[in-house]
């Protein structure tokens, strides 16, 4: 039997956390199929340590094609290379991150190399007996949960998604191989070409990467009023997020908007406030940990789905958490120092 | 300007009803509309074709039915349209489904762009528009938020990425999929239903178009659904009334007990 891999992202000569939650996933499945967790990592100018943190957070083996080309993500040549090391060491498993890049080189490659794929996974286990692997995955708006196999084809394709396992713990005294792999230029070759990367300032936390998301909607009355949300964010060291009304009224730009048409996320807690819970809404939310809600109609359908409701106004609740919220910082600063 | 356009029929979900038992979905009486989110990306070709001139075709693979979403795109402003169907194509998951989308479409000749939705809602894998510029080797932006210029074989894009947005330049012809940031879809005009409720729409099958019987359907699919079922559900949990000042700061209460247990502070 192959091998488990998991794809690490090196996205702006940095290695992402994802790469350690899908090495946490990876273990658990190489050591039930009793076989080796690989990570493969591609990218430009990659860190001895970077590899390194690899093989001491779980990677028995990495393989690294290190080439100029790879400075910045490019699907054809990601593909091209990635078709290679799949055909030449055929592993059974392989995983990815669903970020925007796991979304579109994995049903690149799978397509090429006809294999299945399973989008955006919550749960990776593997089949008594079978040894196949089930991925079950949410879908119809997080409606429904679907457990999806590929019996005859490998490797068994995912993407899984950011945050539904934490990242795995190094361990300094780990070792590991590592193998360096090089490709003819022919296959960097694409008819696509990377011109630059944008920060949106606004987005200092990404929605798709927080742990906790504040989301604000109509209920704020105004445009303003999007600032105690943004302070909440900041104080629990998270994301801001809102509905479509509120990207629609101009309030806040589409990058932070969840939902159907928006993002879907699963923080590990997200506070709506003055949000209805349209089920467009949920469908980008409902499978969070933990839900907070702040809404001041007792029979707004958000409540369905928090664990915390509070009835009443968003501009009496908020201002007042983020003051205790800050007192409680201060009083556990001061016992620090004591 | 040659732009095709594949689209979904999906069923309408803004009220999704989950049979308990089966726990498969309740599809009687539920509508049928175009996937939502494919709406960006037939509101994006008609654009470019005002822009630029030419023709944008939409495809769909489905059942008869999915004739009314492709009618629809062109009462909106697409030209004409071609549905895929027929029993052979049934189960099939994203592989498969791509599969005969992309050799529908080199059936059709030379094109410029494919522009797919990013995700349909009821699959909801995002698979199927990388999956088609794979079968027919096209650079390929997802994720696509704006297109900054088009000419001389070359199309430049913004797409939305994690913490920002990226510049990619692809050559003609090219594959995008698209969200809702790059368009505001346009209503259907009476004029252009009359004009869609005349089209005869094509109706393709295996034989019509180059396809592999092995690589058809639930045979052709790699991957098998297990089981189907609904998780949990609802948690609504406790819910407390803010009435007056004390029961405010009981409220507020609650949330830092809520924070500091689970941690988050
Ligand atoms: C195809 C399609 C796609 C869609 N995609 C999305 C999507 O991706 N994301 C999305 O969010 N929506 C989406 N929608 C829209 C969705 O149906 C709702 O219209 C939208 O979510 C409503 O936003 P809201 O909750 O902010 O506003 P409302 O529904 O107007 O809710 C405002 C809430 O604020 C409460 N409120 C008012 N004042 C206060 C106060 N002072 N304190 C506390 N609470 C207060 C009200 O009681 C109310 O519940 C989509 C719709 C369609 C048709
Ligand atoms: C619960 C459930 C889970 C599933 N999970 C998986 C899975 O993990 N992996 C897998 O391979 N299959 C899966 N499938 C099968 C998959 O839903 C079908 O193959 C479906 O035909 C296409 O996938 P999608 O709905 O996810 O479309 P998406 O890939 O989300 O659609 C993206 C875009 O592709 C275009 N497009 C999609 N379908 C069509 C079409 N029929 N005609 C024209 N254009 C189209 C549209 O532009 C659309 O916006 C699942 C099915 C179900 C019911």
């Known amino acids: 039997m192959g091998e488990v891999w998991t794809l690490a992202e090196y996205r702006h000569e940095k290695l992402s956390t994802v790469s350690f939650e899908l090495l946490n996933r990876g273990k658990s499945l190489s050591q039930k199929l009793n ?58 498993i392989f995983i990815a991150a669903a970020t925007t890049t796991g979304r579109t080189l994995m049903p690149y490659v799978a397509v090429r190399i006809k294999t299945g794929l399973t989008a955006d996974c919550t749960v990776l286990e593997i089949e008594e007996g079978t040894g196949n692997l089930l991925q079950t995955r949410p879908a119809i708006g997080g409606n429904i949960l679907a457990t999806i196999k590929t019996p005859n084809t490998r490797p068994q394709m995912a993407t899984v998604r950011p945050h539904s396992m934490k990242p795995s713990l190094p361990d300094r005294n780990r070792k590991g191989e590592v193998i360096y792999k090089n490709y003819d230029e022919s296959l960097f070759k694409a008819k696509s070409k990377y011109l630059r990367f944008i920060k949106d300032e606004s987005q200092q936390v990404t929605v798709q990467d927080a742990k906790v998301i504040v989301a604000g909607g109509r209920g704020l009355g105004k445009e303003e009023n999007f600032k105690i949300i943004g302070e909440l964010a900041e104080l629990l060291g998270g994301a801001v997020g809102a509905s479509r009304d509120v990207v629609d009224r101009g309030w806040i730009t589409y990058p932070h908007q969840i939902g159907l048409s928006g ?4 923080p590990a807690l997200y506070i709506a406030a003055g949000i209805s819970g349209a089920v467009q809404h949920i469908a980008g939310m409902q499978t969070s940990e933990n839900i907070i809600a702040v809404n001041k109609d007792p029979d707004a359908q958000i409540f369905h789905l928090a664990n915390l409701g509070i009835v009443g106004d968003l501009n009496e609740v908020l201002p007042l958490l983020i003051k205790r919220i800050k007192e409680y910082k201060a009083k556990e600063a001061s016992k620090n120092v004591q | 300007m040659k732009i095709i356009v594949p689209i979904k029929q999906v069923p309408e979900t803004s009220n999704v009803k989950m049979n308990p038992e089966t726990g498969t979905m309740v599809r009687e009486g539920v509508e049928s509309i175009i996937n ?85 809602t009821d699959g909801d894998t995002a698979q199927v528009g990388p999956g088609i510029a794979s079968f027919l080797d096209l650079p390929l932006s997802t994720f696509t938020s704006e297109i900054l210029t088009l000419g001389d074989g070359r199309i430049r894009v913004k797409r939305l990425v994690e913490g920002g947005y990226e510049e ?5 012809p090219a594959a995008l999929t698209v969200v809702k940031e790059i368009s505001d879809p346009r209503l259907p005009t009476l004029r252009g239903k009359l004009k869609a409720k005349k089209m005869e729409i094509p109706v393709l099958g295996p034989q019509n178009i180059d396809v592999k019987e092995e690589n058809l359907g639930l045979n052709g699919s790699p991957t098998r659904v297990v089981k189907i079922f609904t998780p949990k559900v609802t948690r609504e949990g406790e819910k407390i009334f803010v009435k007056d000042e004390k029961t405010l700061n009981e409220a507020v209460d609650k949330i830092m007990d809520f924070l500091i247990k689970k941690e988050f502070i």
């Not at chain 2, 030209?79 to 189960?91: E, H, I, T, Y």
């Open chain 1, 263 to 266: 993002k879907t996320v699963s």
């Open chain 2, 36 to 120: 939502p989110l494919d709406l960006y990306a037939i509101e994006t070709a008609i654009k470019l074709k005002e822009k630029f001139g030419g023709k944008v075709t939409v495809i769909s693979m489905g059942p008869e039915k999915a004739l009314e979403a492709i009618k629809e795109a062109i009462a909106m402003g697409c030209d004409d349209g071609v549905l895929l169907s027929d029993r052979k194509f049934a189960g099939s998951d994203t592989w498969a489904t791509s599969y005969v989308i992309a050799n529908g479409i080199k059936g059709m000749g030379d094109f410029d762009l494919v522009i797919c939705g990013e995700r349909a």
């Open chain 1, 35 to 92: 076989v080796p967790l690989a990570s493969v990592i591609l990218g430009s100018n990659i860190k001895k340590e970077d590899v390194q943190e690899l093989i001491e957070r779980g990677a028995d083996k990495v393989y690294v094609v290190d080439d100029k080309n790879f400075k910045n993500f490019l699907v054809e040549p990601y593909a091209n290379v990635l078709m290679e090391l799949l055909n030449e060491y055929k592993p059974d």
């Open chain 2, 168 to 172: 990619l330049e692809m050559t003609l």
